[in-house]
């Protein structure tokens, strides 16, 4: 099914990652192997030294998280019209669509698109469950049953590396995503269902949600408030993408691409919120929650937390392979140590 021979067409590049020998030493069930999955797609990232250019997979991957983020603002709208079981199944199709064309790819360029693919549906299967638990857990237990979900990260602070490292020394990183799309799918199916027998009894106990199919194309533009979503997507994105790309410009920041996409973002941004608070029938975010203190102080604290994590992260896992010569499971383990930290402190807090 994969080739796991060298890539074709390839230059022959030869990045020592660690020595091969022996002694180097999700709540809904798809709660319990995304962390795992998520430790081990990491870990294997490196792997696109065969590529060429191992320095770009960093830059990927910050695009990557830039669109998978922006995706939750059309996944929210589809999910409130149609029901989390339908979000959900795109999720799982955008996941394992990703995950065959990174065990298929053959160039850096097809390598990049696979990852962004792949990161909205992994960041969408995420949201999702993270919604589900949010409407069916009790108010009082909801912090706490939240804060459970970030459990499975202690598990895969193991599972992750060293599942990446078996597959190096005996196999291939085709193959090895090959495996994870079919663990993937067995775990999620079982959610998928649930969710969807939730859907129903909720629909069969409220008898007023409207099925899709009686709605108009003009119907969907409006309640999908697409003008709106289309505006902070493309502002969000022409924004935050010039910032991990600028290194790759042969002029950096004085280049006029990166300057213009940055000032671009920005007026769209804008033109968001403008069009949200005077012209939109029916927005997707109400305006008053633009100017919710408690609102606006938990994105400037998720942002704080995002530019500290992401200052040391990006490059973090190769230093340590290429320069400290640690093998994938080990600079897997040393990485893990943060989402450990992050476990422990979400259940205390959720306590």
């Known amino acids: ?4 021979g060298p890539v074709k067409n390839e230059p022959n590049v030869q990045v020592h990652l660690e020595p091969k020998h022996q002694g180097d030493g999700e709540e809904p069930r798809s709660e319990v192997v995304r962390p795992v999955k998520w430790s081990a797609v990491r870990a294997i990232i490196t ?13 990927t991957s910050q695009a990557a998280y830039i669109i998978s983020g922006i995706i939750d603002v059309p996944l929210a709208k589809l999910i409130e019209i149609w029901g989390l079981d339908l979000g959900f199944a795109i999720m799982m199709f955008f996941n394992a669509l990703g995950l065959i064309l990174l065990a298929t790819c053959k160039n850096i360029t097809a390598y990049a698109a696979a990852q962004v693919i792949y990161e909205i549906g992994f960041h969408g299967i995420y949201y999702v469950i993270t919604v589900f638990i949010a409407e ?26 060293s599942f990446a490292q078996t597959f190096h020394e005996h196999s291939s990183f085709r193959w090895a995503y090959g495996v994870l799309l079919i663990v993937t799918f067995f775990m999620c199916l ?8 939730h859907m129903r009894a909720k629909n069969a106990s409220a008898n007023s949600l409207s099925p899709p199919g009686s709605k108009s194309i003009v119907d969907y533009f409006i309640h999908f408030d697409v003008i709106g979503v289309v505006l902070l997507c493309s502002g969000l994105t022409l924004f935050f993408l010039p910032w991990t790309l600028a290194a790759k410009q042969e002029e950096s920041w004085k280049s006029a691409t990166v300057l213009v996409m940055i000032i671009l ?12 608070a005077f012209l939109s029938p029916k927005s997707f975010v109400p305006f008053s929650f633009l100017k919710d203190r408690n609102i606006l102080g938990a994105c400037l604290l998720l942002f704080g937390w995002s530019l500290s994590n992401y200052c040391w992260n990006t490059y973090y896992r190769i230093y ?10 080990t600079a897997g383990y040393v990485i893990n140590i943060y989402w450990d930290g992050i476990a422990v402190g979400s259940v205390l807090a959720g306590l």
């Open 136 to 161: 069916t857990a009790e108010k009082k237990y909801r912090a706490l049953v939240l804060s459970l979900t970030c459990v499975p990260y202690i598990a895969a602070t193991f599972a992750g590396p």
């Open 47 to 59: 792997y696109t030294c065969q590529f060429g250019d191992l320095s770009i997979s960093p830059a």
């Open 265 to 276: 973002g920005f007026c769209l941004i804008v033109a968001f919120v403008a069009y949200e």
């Open 1 to 4: 099914m994969f080739h796991d």
């Open 320 to 329: 340590l392979q290429v320069v400290n010569r640690l093998s994938i499971a």
């Open 190 to 197: 079982p959610v998928l269902v649930t969710m969807r027998l």
